[in-house]
């Protein structure tokens, strides 16, 4: 009897001692791109002798990156749809340019002008929608078209000129920041409280997710795993805010983008119209045929992508304070390689919200660090397209394997 | 006679094909003599396909046991292009035509005239006109293959076989799609070629054409040949080649069921569907059955007869266009005009394609379980990641489903496993009636055996089922009652007591 439970206590130790590595293995692609970015993180870090992590520059970093990160989160949405949008360049240049007029040239207030900006963005991204839905006129052709269409508009708009600059309370959508409540200066406690609380927020939700699947005997996440994880994400995040606290505080669009991600991780992991975007990208016919309105569900998903392309373009604007002809080209593509950087699958039905802003960050902090480090726009962009192609060769490789 | 057989074109001996689990042939032996018109006749999935791809060189030498000789020599095909370039032509059912493309182009796509790499039009239009007016076809040679109807795609087809100087042309159920004055133009034009030594082998279902047209006629069953008949030393009945066809003793079992039918449940009248892009071509002509409680209906055909098309067409439009007819439920008309509203009214449809069509192949099988009820397992539209998960495994437990875990996706899964999940999301939207399109295809035997379990316990429990099948051994093993369909009508109702596999056939062919 004892020599049987000892055999079996063995075994199960074993076990447990095999499953952190193969678990490791088994989620490689979940965890492989963050491994990417703390390693980037940590390769800039030292060849920058700090200047990377330093407050000011972190500050900088997520300013410059916020609006890449808020528009992949709807390209995710897009591409797990199993489609593609090239226009969220020029609609952020469009709409910056209509934001502009409308607070420059008509002297509108801020108040107005914000949501009149996203209903236009919604307005656009359900144009573009229609087509693709409805028509089935591939997304590759609609957005294209549309993205020579709001460029263009975009400079008929402004008139060839940049407009600005705008009146502070539209300024503080992206130069703004938390205000200190205790006023003890810096370091900003109100920011290390907000840093603490997310961190105490995730690390409960995490335990109680933990506790509700080992109800049902699903998890097959080692505790140590458990417990390491955990740990590090809410260290990194105290750090973050700790470190933010020294400088200015936490930026508004931090919070923005917080917020937005909660909301879409919610959206892609727990509601029906989620799920019914995987199964819409994974497979089209099946999800019809199951009663899933797959042309609403599509046309949905773009109205939301001109949304938060809006966003990002009033965020933009903002951000350099005056509405240029220039503004937001390119954009499309740093969005679709965050996207595919962290995980998505060009044929759809597959990809993350977090992989997405995982993905965004590898390519914020990249471009970052090489900046710092005075690596020509050349260099620059040649490294990005490798690592782009390198992600997405690690993910096929991967899944090749499993299968 | 002796005297044809001598002169044999094709021979192929003691064929044998295996796939994995399933001998597609057995020991199959073909004589074809030259200048002849043979016939090949069997059930679906008897081999006759199987047989031809051996021939044409799909499966190559090497793949397969037992001789082909050709013209006297014995011949080793690795490839298509080996089997046309000695003069065997296979012409599928499926016409390989690329419709955007003009006639001529088609016939001689891959084997273009030409002169370092340029096309010599003028050359290829003529030789196209010359080969149009040797099959009969009155269209100019620039014609786009799109703007032609099926039957003259079909003889486009066999433009393009004769220009490649073919001397075996094989034909796989090449009538399937045409109307009847099509067909018989082509059976003409094989008996001209026939006149002009071109020897063929006719695959076909319909025996007053292989009676017309054939020299001599090999059955195959169960990848066996079973008997090979000549024409003109006897006179042959369709009864002997359906004896032939189908006079295999029942080889499954069924599991028991005292069937206890309630009121009719289901009832569809005049329902016609026209084909979504040939708009002249009516796919399902006035169909009306109906379904009881506790009933389970077949629906028996040939491959091609319209089975599926009238349950997609029923599911919420999603096959055809022009649909007219009615649908009545419990003697009250329902809204099945989409999927949602088809599945709201109480119907479900299980397909026959479950990788293409009914399955997300890349989720687990939690969520496909859950896919088309998501509002049952959700409040606000926010999941409810417990229920949905007790949802899965009660489904799971239900039908028995071996998985690891309702976490497994169900690319994972094989094949009779795949079609439970498609069960158990269907059963979630808890049905009136059930359209079950070929629900043991591609699954082993064991798992049919639980599929019609399951079946047996639906229909027990009041539920109405419809169960289309082209292994007929199965609808007479499950069905109380069965509709013949051919050619997008019901020929025919037999009750599951009376019914056996010669009236069906007979139903069939005589249509």
């Not at chain 1, 006023?183 to 995490?206: C, F, H, K, S």
């Not at chain 2, 084909?275 to 506790?294: M, N």
């Not at chain 2, 939690?366 to 417990?386: E, F, K």
């Amino acid at each position: 009897m004892t020599e049987v439970s000892a055999r079996e206590r063995e075994t199960a130790a074993e076990g447990a001692v095999v499953s952190i590595g193969s678990h490791l293995k088994n989620h490689l692609r979940d965890y492989g791109m963050l491994l990417a970015l703390v390693v980037i993180m940590a390769f800039f870090q030292v060849v920058t002798d700090g200047t990377l992590m330093r407050p000011v520059n972190l500050t900088n970093l997520i300013l410059q990156n916020s609006y890449i990160v808020i528009m992949a989160l709807g390209m995710l949405l897009v591409i797990v749809a199993g489609h593609i949008d090239l226009s969220v360049g020029s609609v952020v240049g469009f709409v910056g340019a209509v934001a502009a007029v409308m607070l420059v040239q008509y002297e509108l207030p801020t108040p107005v002008v914000i949501p009149a900006c996203l209903i236009l963005g919604i307005l656009i991204g359900a144009a573009q929608g229609y087509w693709i839905a409805y028509w089935r006129i591939p997304s590759f052709i609609v957005t294209l078209a549309g993205m020579l269409v709001f460029r263009g508009l975009t400079l008929w708009v402004l008139q060839g000129q940049s407009v600005g600059p705008f009146p502070r309370g539209f300024q503080l959508l992206s130069t703004g920041f938390i205000p200190d409540a205790f006023g003890i200066g810096r370091p900003n406690a109100t920011a290390i409280l907000l840093g603490a609380a997310t961190a105490a927020i995730l690390v409960y939700m995490a335990m109680r997710d933990r506790r509700r699947h080992m109800k049902y005997g699903i998890e097959d996440e080692p505790f140590s795993f458990f417990l390491a994880k955990n740990g590090l994400i809410a260290a990194a995040i105290v750090f973050l805010s700790y470190m933010l606290a020294t400088y200015r505080g936490l930026p508004n669009v931090l919070i923005t983008m917080a917020v937005l991600t909660a909301a879409y991780t919610f959206l892609t992991n727990s509601t029906t119209v989620g799920r019914r975007i995987y199964a819409l990208g994974g497979n089209e016919k099946a999800a019809k045929l199951s009663g899933i309105p797959t042309e609403r569900l599509t046309f949905l998903t773009f109205a939301n992508m001109g949304m938060l392309a809006a966003l990002a373009g009033l965020i933009f604007a903002a951000r350099l304070n005056t509405a240029t002809p220039k503004a937001g080209v390119a954009f499309e593509l740093d969005v679709i390689a965050a996207v595919f950087i962290g995980g998505a699958s060009m044929s759809g039905g597959v990809g993350k919200i977090v992989g997405a802003v995982v993905g965004a960050f590898i390519m914020g902090v990249m471009n970052n660090g090489m900046s710092i480090l005075g690596i020509g726009i050349d260099y620059q962009q040649v490294i990005k397209g490798l690592v782009l192609l390198a992600a997405v060769i690690f993910d096929v490789y991967n899944k090749n394997k499993s299968t | 006679m002796k005297n044809i057989h001598m002169q044999a074109i094709l021979e192929m001996q003691g064929i044998t094909k295996s796939f994995p689990g399933v001998k597609a042939l057995d020991d199959v032996n073909l004589t074809v003599a030259r200048g002849e018109i043979h016939a090949l006749v069997g059930e679906n999935g008897a081999g006759k396909s199987t047989l031809m791809k051996v021939l044409s060189g799909v499966y190559p030498h090497g793949s397969y046991d037992g001789d082909i000789v050709f013209e006297g020599k014995p011949v080793a095909f690795s490839g298509i292009s080996d089997s046309e370039r000695d003069g065997i032509i296979i012409i599928h059912q499926e016409l390989a035509l690329v419709p955007l493309l003009s006639i001529a182009e088609n016939i001689f796509l891959g084997n273009e005239i030409a002169k370092g790499g340029v096309v010599d039009w003028p050359e290829t239009n003529a030789r196209t006109e010359k080969l149009l007016k040797t099959v009969g076809l009155k269209e100019k040679p620039v014609a786009r293959v799109d703007t032609l109807g099926v039957g003259k795609q079909q003889l486009v087809e066999i433009a393009k076989a004769l220009s490649k100087k073919v001397k075996l042309l094989i034909l796989d159920e090449p009538t399937a799609a045409l109307q009847e004055n099509d067909s018989q133009k082509l059976l003409d034009l094989l008996l001209e070629l026939k006149a002009e030594g071109i020897s063929s082998v006719l695959i076909s279902h319909k025996l007053n054409e292989v009676s017309r047209v054939a020299d001599s006629i090999t059955v195959l069953r169960d990848g066996k040949t079973v008997s090979t008949l000549d024409c003109h030393s006897e006179k042959i009945s369709e009864e002997r080649i359906i004896r032939d066809m189908v006079g295999r003793d029942m080889a499954h079992r069924y599991p028991e069921r005292t069937p206890e039918i309630g009121e009719t449940l289901l009832d569809v009248a005049e329902w016609n569907v026209w084909h979504p892009l040939q708009t002249e071509r009516q796919v399902i002509r006035g169909a009306s059955f109906r379904v009881a409680a506790g009933e389970v209906v077949g629906i028996a055909g040939l491959m091609g007869s319209g089975r599926t098309e009238l349950a997609m067409s029923l599911f919420g439009k999603s096959y055809g266009r022009n649909i007219s007819g009615t649908v009545k439920l419990r003697g009250k008309e329902i809204d099945v005009s989409t999927v949602g509203r088809a599945v709201a009214n109480g119907l479900a449809y299980v397909t026959e394609d479950r990788k293409a069509l009914g399955l997300v192949l890349e989720e687990d099988v939690m969520r496909n379980t859950t896919l088309a009820n998501l509002a049952r397992v959700s409040r606000n539209g926010v999941i409810d990641n417990a229920e949905e998960r007790q949802v899965a495994e009660r489904y799971r437990t239900a039908l028995g489903v071996r998985t690891p875990s309702v976490f497994q996706k169900v690319m994972n899964l094989s094949g009779g496993n795949q079609q439970k999940v498609v069960l158990s999301k269907w059963l979630f939207t808890e049905p009136d009636v059930l359209i079950l399109d070929e629900p043991t295809r591609g699954i082993d035997v064991g798992a049919k055996f639980e599929i019609y379990t399951i079946i047996n316990e639906l229909a027990g429990q009041g539920k109405g089922v419809v169960m289309i099948s082209s292994e007929m051994p199965e609808l007479l093993g499950m069905c109380d009652r069965i509709y013949v369909m051919n050619e997008g009508a019901l020929v025919g109702e037999l009750k599951g007591s009376e019914a056996n596999q010669e009236k069906i056939m007979s139903m069939i062919v005589r249509s």
